[in-house]
């Protein structure tokens, strides 16, 4: 059996087996048909002096942008053409830990395997890049494929300033408890483009999730499991408002006086 960079280090396999946990939950919930999504975390806090001294098992690759922020840092990155459900199973053959070079443009890959980062790796790394520069304690970014919110984007009337989270926000309580920034918009752009990442950058200045019209989430969170629950939350109001349309009635949802007390009682920033 191939000995792997996980062994013996419980915090760092503790982290890695929850990205798997997620990556299942992704495919469970019809998020990530064939290999569609991305999780990319930062275990720079978890890797030990032995690890630093891994040599590379790949030539440097560029990142395609430089980024101050990441020199020296290490990243569990999904690999590109992976499927989240194989992800789920075999978390370090679908995947790879990544180290960012002195230079900040390039990396190589240290562990287990040689599974080339998604190829939206400098998107995902410019977002970490902000994270750390602006000394934030999150340490994760999950892009994934939710139906009934990508369904959602498909109506323009949606897609203003905060007409989906209010929406949202009132179909239930929990969702405005526990995604409480709510969900910024970013109309379409080409998949994997800069124009892409920098309307990205720009609304996770005011939210932890962003909705890309047509196409799907990128959430950042805590850990992947912060990011993926604050999707989740989100998806369950897109449910119930596609389900009370469904059965013939627009929902009345909560009102303005009640997202209010709910802001007041549970201390919430909006």
């Given at each position: 059996?191939?000995?792997?960079?996980?062994?013996?280090?419980?915090?760092?396999?503790?982290?890695?087996?929850?990205?798997?946990?997620v990556?299942?939950?992704?495919?469970?919930?019809?998020?990530?048909?064939?290999?569609?999504?991305?999780i990319t975390?930062?275990?720079?806090?978890?890797?030990?002096?032995?690890?630093?001294?891994?040599?590379?098992?790949?030539?440097v690759?560029?990142?395609?942008?430089?980024?101050?922020?990441?020199?020296?840092?290490?990243?569990?990155?999904?690999?590109?053409?992976k499927?989240?459900?194989?992800l789920?199973?075999?978390?370090?053959?679908?995947?790879?830990?990544?180290?960012?070079?002195?230079?900040?443009?390039?990396?190589?890959i240290?562990?287990?395997?040689?599974?080339?980062?998604?190829?939206?790796?400098?998107?995902?790394?410019?977002?970490?890049?902000?994270?750390?520069?602006?000394?934030s304690?999150?340490?994760a970014?999950?892009?994934?494929?939710?139906?009934?919110?990508?369904?959602?984007?498909?109506?323009?009337?949606?897609?203003?300033?905060d007409?989906?989270?209010?929406?949202?926000?009132?179909?239930?309580?929990?969702?405005?408890?526990?995604?409480?920034?709510?969900?910024?918009?970013?109309?379409?752009?080409?998949?994997?483009?800069?124009?892409?990442?920098?309307?990205?950058?720009?609304?996770?200045?005011?939210?932890?999730?962003?909705?890309?019209?047509?196409?799907?989430?990128?959430?950042?969170?805590?850990?992947?499991?912060?990011?993926?629950?604050?999707?989740?939350?989100?998806?369950?109001?897109?449910?119930?408002?596609?389900?009370?349309?469904?059965?013939?009635?627009?929902?009345?949802?909560?009102?303005?006086?009640?997202?209010?007390?709910?802001s007041?009682?549970?201390?919430l920033?909006?």
């Amino acid at each position: 059996m191939k000995q792997t960079v996980l062994e013996g280090r419980e915090a760092l396999k503790k982290e890695i087996d929850k990205i798997a946990e997620v990556a299942g939950y992704l495919w469970q919930n019809g998020w990530a048909e064939r290999n569609g999504g991305n999780i990319t975390v930062n275990i720079t806090e978890l890797v030990d002096d032995k690890i630093k001294s891994l040599p590379a098992i790949s030539d440097v690759k560029q990142i395609g942008v430089t980024l101050p922020a990441l020199k020296g840092c290490y990243f569990f990155c999904k690999g590109t053409g992976k499927r989240m459900r194989d992800l789920a199973r075999e978390p370090m053959d679908n995947g790879s830990i990544i180290r960012v070079l002195d230079d900040c443009a390039n990396y190589v890959i240290i562990a287990d395997n040689a599974v080339m980062p998604t190829s939206e790796l400098p998107s995902h790394l410019t977002v970490h890049a902000h994270l750390i520069e602006t000394g934030s304690p999150y340490r994760a970014t999950v892009h994934t494929h939710p139906i009934e919110l990508i369904a959602m984007s498909h109506n323009p009337k949606m897609m203003g300033k905060d007409v989906l989270s209010n929406l949202l926000w009132s179909m239930i309580p929990e969702t405005k408890a526990f995604c409480p920034l709510g969900l910024g918009i970013v109309p379409y752009e080409l998949p994997g483009s800069n124009n892409l990442a920098q309307a990205t950058l720009n609304e996770l200045e005011n939210y932890d999730v962003v909705m890309w019209e047509k196409h799907g989430v990128f959430a950042k969170g805590l850990d992947v499991m912060d990011a993926f629950d604050q999707i989740d939350v989100l998806s369950k109001s897109a449910k119930i408002y596609i389900n009370s349309r469904c059965m013939g009635f627009e929902p009345e949802g909560m009102s303005e006086a009640q997202m209010k007390e709910m802001s007041v009682a549970f201390n919430l920033p909006k």
